[in-house]
T-cell receptor
Framework: GAGVSQTPSNKVTEKGKYVELRCDPISGHTALYWYRQSLGQGPEFLIYFQGTGAADDSGLPNDRFFAVRPEGSVSTLKIQRTERGDSAVYLC????????????FGPGTRLLVL | GENVEQHPSTLSVQEGDSAVIKCTYSDSASNYFPWYKQELGKGPQLIIDIRSNVGEKKDQRIAVTLNKTAKHFSLHITETQPEDSAVYFCAAVDNDYKLSFGAGTTVTVRA
């Protein structure tokens, strides 16, 4: 069975550029989460979707970050005017229905901003 | 918000010995405590979890204990094997869905 998949696995970009990171959740999972993991740290919450809507985007660091999930399945995390400090691993997770339950993580996208 | 502290940051054990990782949390409303194992270049993998109405849970060589009064929980790995070498993260769920992670423990099992 397919788990959470993320593309690309690695992304190198230049400061100031725009990037899009994609997440395909486990089929049937209505809840989707984005986390960011800096080197040597635990993942930090960015945004939570329940269905198509962003139920909580309080973890997005600033307005350069935006995420969508237009059909309630695939999600895209968008970063405008990238900065070197945005370099990190961006992790996506999904769970069956949200709430305190199992979140299954994808392998992450490693973003490097030069 | 929730604040999770994890200790130790690194742990080296001889194969066959036990490993213990401890975490504390700040928000008494947190009610779900998963543990994740992360191998190099991969995403975190859920290995065991415990809910606030349970004090202890065991799954083969892995066990987790929870003390809600003291707001701490621990992971115990017995009979460690080289494949247990990885980074382990504790987490607590607040707001019903938001995982707050500890900083991680790098476990090395020496053959």
């Amino acid at each position: 069975g397919a788990g959470v998949s993320q593309t690309p696995s690695n992304k190198v970009t230049e400061k100031g550029k725009y990037v899009e990171l994609r997440c395909d959740p486990i089929s049937g999972h209505t809840a989707l989460y984005w986390y960011r993991q800096s080197l040597g740290q635990g993942p930090e919450f960015l945004i939570y979707f329940q269905g198509t809507g962003a139920a909580d985007d309080s973890g997005l660091p600033n307005d350069r970050f935006f995420a969508v999930r237009p059909e309630g399945s695939v999600s895209t995390l968008k970063i405008q005017r990238t900065e070197r400090g945005d370099s990190a691993v961006y992790l996506c997770a999904s769970s069956l229905a949200g709430g305190p339950g199992d979140q299954y993580f994808g392998p992450g996208t490693r973003l490097l901003v030069l | 918000g929730e604040n999770v502290e994890q200790h130790p940051s690194t742990l080296s054990v001889q194969e066959g010995d036990s490993a213990v990782i401890k975490c504390t949390y700040s928000d008494s409303a947190s009610n779900y405590f998963p543990w994740y194992k992360q191998e190099l270049g991969k995403g975190p993998q859920l290995i065991i979890d415990i809910r606030s109405n349970v004090g202890e849970k065991k799954d083969q060589r892995i066990a987790v204990t929870l003390n809600k009064t003291a707001k701490h929980f621990s992971l115990h790995i017995t009979e460690t094997q080289p494949e247990d070498s990885a980074v382990y993260f504790c987490a607590a769920v607040d707001n019903d869905y938001k995982l707050s992670f500890g900083a991680g423990t790098t476990v090395t099992v020496r053959a």
